[in-house]
């Protein structure tokens, strides 16, 4: 029912900065949490931050906190992953994610009902 739609990826060199957008469609983005997630190649799908249907509450993995951080626009229905300071081990494809559970915000790729197609991220060094 909800499509995502990510956006902003590209190349980039170490140090650099990419902003990442996903558009998500339907009316009610507000009742789902969303998250980012990347897998680069040979790699399993792992958690990278996630953001509350409000948007009051976030939550990173340690290797991009205080680098990433994401945001939402619930009257555009769009979410956010302003990504600084990029390293070579950042590079993947990103996806966006919605959750309709309730309670904790999301860390998990089994939470998630619904995802986008990715954008691939290529930090070079």
């Known amino acids: 029912q909800v499509q995502l739609v990510e956006s902003g990826g590209g190349l980039v060199q170490a140090g650099g900065s990419l902003r990442l957008s996903c558009a998500a469609s339907?009316?009610?983005?507000?009742?789902?949490?969303m998250g980012w997630f990347r897998q680069a190649p040979g790699k399993e799908r792992e958690f990278v931050a996630a953001?509350?249907?409000?948007?009051?509450?976030?939550y990173y993995a340690d290797s991009v906190k205080g680098r990433f951080t994401i945001s939402r626009d619930n009257a555009k229905n769009t979410v956010y992953l302003q990504m600084n300071s990029l390293k070579p081990e950042d590079t993947a494809v990103y996806y966006c994610?919605?959750?309709?559970?309730?309670?904790?915000?999301?860390?998990?790729?089994?939470?998630?009902?619904?995802w986008g197609q990715g954008t691939q991220v290529t930090v070079s060094s």
């Open positions: 994610a919605a959750s309709s559970a309730t309670g904790w915000v999301r860390a998990y790729p089994r939470e998630y009902d619904y």
């Open positions: 339907g009316r009610t983005f507000s009742s789902y949490a």
């Open positions: 953001i509350s249907r409000s948007g009051g509450i976030t």
